[in-house]
């Protein structure tokens, strides 16, 4: 299994504070991901003035704005994310927005906006996209739209969008089912809380994984409640690259590691008391135990019956 390709969802965590988003990619470098994603908009051009929050929304802001107003107060502007970008390629780090991004990231509330992702096809550019709140004929309709273009660089995450999502209704499995239905890398958004279940997802094969950060979990703003704060990151990170190391190949073999210990821990035929030349073998004078430098006792039926070679002493490795 090849590594998998980490996010950090700084989304709007920023909470509009430019300082806040830098010291977020600063974060996401020490935590080791592979990527700091944010959410870039306009909030009038994306959300009518009628929109309403989200119900997980409403319990984390003041609930008598609406949403395009809640977002607006979440909005950097383009010249502050160019900035942000250029601190990003200092400290060496892929930094996700609309400023030259090596691949489009699209959400699970894209999937059905027919001219956005026309435009995105076009880009030719590879896509890895959101599929929370999607039926499989909805994601088979998308996909239809990138037919002409990139269909070959398309990665689909499972996703719910739920925040935080219950562990009940991750459905990780589903992952596997998009991946055996339409061909394609496959990975796991997250939005449940704590690290089990990305950990879980690499296991099952992901290929990318995005989980919400916040440096403070306490703070204002939608989406801080189902984010992990900087140091549960970084221990998100850290287990998943141990689970890739873990998983290893498919043939099955003894390691190099544990080699040492096949002679300690199998067992050899000794006697079970002193036995005399010429004596029978059988099982009222031998038995098995450790080490396993002598006979293996997978000979068993072999060497009952047969006469003692010598004399033995208790525990005495038999030889033939």
Same mark, same amino acid.
Not at 108 to 129: D, H, Q, R, V
Not at 196 to 205: R, S
Not at 264 to 286: F, H, M, P, T, Y
Not at 296 to 308: D, L, N
């Given at each position: 299994m090849?590594?998998t ?6 989304g709007?965590?920023h909470?509009?504070?430019?300082e806040l988003a ?5 974060e ?9 994603k944010?959410?870039?908009f306009?909030?009038?051009n ?5 929109a ?6 409403m319990?984390?802001?003041?609930n008598?704005e609406?949403?395009?107003d809640?977002?607006k107060?979440?909005?950097?502007s383009?010249q502050?994310?160019?900035l ?5 390629v ?9 400023l030259?991004?090596?691949f489009? $990231?699209? &959400?699970?509330g894209?999937? %059905?906006n027919?001219?956005y992702?026309?435009k +995105? @096809?076009k880009? $030719?550019? &590879?896509?890895?996209l959101s %599929?929370?709140?999607?039926?499989m004929?909805? +994601? @088979?309709e ?6 002409d ?5 398309i990665t689909?995450?499972h996703?719910?969008t739920?925040y935080?999502?219950p562990?009940?209704?991750v459905?990780?499995y589903?992952m596997k089912?998009?991946k055996?239905?339409f061909?394609?890398n496959?990975?796991?958004?997250d939005?449940t809380?704590?690290i089990e279940?990305?950990?879980a997802?690499?296991?099952?094969g992901?290929?990318?994984i995005?989980?919400?950060?916040t440096?403070?979990r306490?703070m204002?703003?939608p989406?801080?409640k ?7 990151l970084?221990?998100m ?8 190391s873990?998983l290893?190949n ?17 067992k050899?035929?000794?006697?079970k008391?002193?036995?005399?030349k010429g004596?029978?073998?059988s099982?009222e004078?031998?038995t098995t ?8 006792p997978?000979?068993w ?5 047969m006469?003692a ?5 208790k ?6």
């Amino acid at each position: 299994m090849g590594r998998t390709y980490i996010i950090a969802e700084a989304g709007v965590n920023h909470n509009g504070n430019f300082e806040l988003a830098k010291k977020m990619i600063l974060e996401g470098k020490k935590a080791g991901v592979d990527a700091v994603k944010f959410q870039t908009f306009i909030a009038s051009n994306l959300v009518s003035s009628y929109a309403k929050k989200a119900d997980y929304q409403m319990k984390s802001t003041d609930n008598k704005e609406s949403q395009q107003d809640m977002l607006k107060k979440l909005e950097l502007s383009f010249q502050e994310f160019r900035l942000l970008k250029e601190y990003a390629v200092e400290l060496n780090i892929d930094f996700l927005n609309t400023l030259n991004m090596p691949f489009w $990231k699209i &959400p699970s509330g894209e999937i %059905t906006n027919l001219p956005y992702l026309l435009k +995105i @096809a076009k880009t $030719k550019k &590879p896509i890895i996209l959101s %599929t929370g709140m999607s039926t499989m004929e909805e +994601i @088979a309709e998308m996909l239809d739209v990138f037919c002409d273009y990139n269909r070959n660089d398309i990665t689909l995450l499972h996703c719910n969008t739920e925040y935080p999502t219950p562990f009940q209704d991750v459905n990780l499995y589903a992952m596997k089912t998009l991946k055996e239905k339409f061909h394609v890398n496959v990975g796991y958004s997250d939005h449940t809380k704590g690290i089990e279940v990305p950990i879980a997802a690499v296991a099952l094969g992901a290929t990318v994984i995005e989980k919400h950060f916040t440096l403070d979990r306490n703070m204002l703003g939608p989406d801080h409640k189902a984010s992990l704060e900087p140091g549960e990151l970084a221990e998100m990170v850290k287990a998943i690259r141990n689970i890739e190391s873990a998983l290893g190949n498919e043939e099955k073999k003894p390691s190099e590691s544990e080699k040492k210990n096949i002679l300690v821990a199998r067992k050899s035929i000794v006697a079970k008391k002193d036995i005399k030349k010429g004596d029978i073998l059988s099982e009222e004078n031998i038995t098995t135990k450790r080490p396993g430098n002598g006979i293996s006792p997978m000979e068993w039926f072999k060497i009952i019956g047969m006469k003692a070679a010598k004399d033995f002493q208790k525990d005495e490795l038999i030889e033939r």
